[in-house]
């Protein structure tokens, strides 16, 4: 059997790993960047829940920081603060992170090829020379233009925008989200650390805002940093859509970003886009495409609600987020995720405010 697997990121990788490990396939990985892990444009935030749920793990010398809180803002500044009695997560260096996961598929026998921007000309061809087709291309996936699928809708893929800054001040153990109208209306802002002094800094907003969203970072940027100096620049579409109900096209499956498999409401899908890969991949090896599709139930479930979620925050006021934040004080975490901690969080203050209920509830069922 020979799989081919378009984009060489945490999907594609995870994927090509699982069907290495469990057969004999020929399996060719294909990407148009020059190097693995090249130019990362990720914060490298994944939390420990996520990471135990889909069972993987990460070398420590991928890992630039260790996160033992995270601190939601309102936008008076007002904050509730996630901790646990263990880690909340870690940050990746994604380039090195990527680069240990192709060397296990190369390790493997996998065969990675660089450097080719894939076409749909290209699909075209290989549709007939390989077994199975694995589209792991990300947000702005050519194979998904290639099966003919529409692109994300205006509210359902962000823009995220990110800066690497100098930030002495700033605890590395700390992760912070910010939300609000003037921060990054229907998203928000995050700072992570980034280890040796450095920040990542940056903000998703619907894409539809278009060029806004660098006037946002750059604002709040001003807002809370005052002395820094700029390492780098980033900018990529994060699909914040629903997942939707099959992932299988044919012998053509979807995963990672281009699925998408990404958490609506924070944009995550690193865990997310190796918890579909892995499940593609077991898929191929049972011969049984289907299966992908019911592996990952667990997940489509799992985003759904977050979608639901992501409607309610983002359609709050200034004056909704303060309250949220000040219903939190006093509020402890059962889970390790802040996606479930939210919801609680969320269904807390509706219970509290019933003439905010009213105004979600269309979201909430
Ligand atoms: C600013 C920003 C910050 C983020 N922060 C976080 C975070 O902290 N935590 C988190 O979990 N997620 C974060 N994400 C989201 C995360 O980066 C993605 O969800 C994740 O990378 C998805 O993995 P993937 O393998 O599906 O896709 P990708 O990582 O996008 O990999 C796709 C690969 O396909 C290749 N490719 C694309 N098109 C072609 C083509 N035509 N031909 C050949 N190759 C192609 C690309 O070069 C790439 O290597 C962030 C995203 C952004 C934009």
């Known amino acids: 059997m020979k799989v081919l697997v378009i984009g060489c990121g945490p999907a594609g990788l995870a994927c090509a790993e699982k069907i290495l490990a469990l057969t004999e396939f020929e399996v060719t990985v294909v990407d148009k960047k020059s190097r693995v892990g090249e130019n990362p444009r990720c914060a490298g935030g994944i939390s420990r829940y996520m990471m135990e749920k889909v069972g993987f793990s990460v ?80 947000p702005v996936s050519v194979v998904r233009q290639w099966l003919g699928l529409p692109n994300f809708s205006g509210g359902d893929v962000h823009l995220g925008v990110q800066k690497t800054i100098t930030m002495d001040s700033y605890p590395q153990d700390t992760a912070e989200l910010y939300f609000g109208e003037n921060v990054a209306s229907e998203g ?70 281009a699925l998408p498999s990404t958490d609506p409401l924070t944009g995550g899908g690193v865990c997310q886009g ?18 992908y599709d019911r592996s990952i139930n667990w997940l489509r479930k799992q985003n759904n609600r977050r979608y639901r979620l992501k409607q309610v925050l983002y359609s709050f006021s200034d004056q909704d987020f303060n309250k949220l934040i000040e219903v939190m004080h006093g509020f402890k975490p059962k889970t390790m995720s802040i996606g479930a901690e939210l919801r609680r969080a969320v269904i807390r203050l509706l219970l509290r405010k019933p003439r905010l209920a009213r105004k979600f509830f269309k979201y909430l069922h």
């Open 188 to 257: 928000y802002a995050w700072i992570f650390p980034g280890g040796n002094s450095l920040v990542r800094i940056g903000l998703g907003v619907p894409v539809w805002r278009g060029w806004r969203v660098h006037q946002f970072l750059d604002n709040f940027i001003e807002r809370n940093v005052y002395d820094h100096r700029e390492i780098n620049s980033i900018a990529k579409q994060i699909p914040t859509a629903k997942m939707p109900e099959t992932g299988v096209y044919g012998k053509v499956v979807l995963v990672g970003d």
């Open 59 to 138: 070398p420590k010398s991928c890992i630039v920081a260790n996160l033992k809180r995270v601190r939601i803002y309102a936008p008076n500044m007002d904050y509730w603060e996630f901790k646990g009695d263990k880690d909340y997560g870690y940050v990746l260096n994604r380039e090195l992170f990527e680069q240990a996961m192709a060397e296990k598929v190369e390790g493997l026998g996998g065969k990675i090829v660089l450097g080719h921007l894939v076409s749909t000309k290209d699909l075209e061809f290989w549709q007939s020379q390989y077994n199975y087709i694995v589209g792991a291309d990300g």
């Open 274 to 291: 190796i918890a579909s890969g892995q499940a593609a991949g077991r898929a191929i090896t049972e011969g049984h495409l289907g299966n």
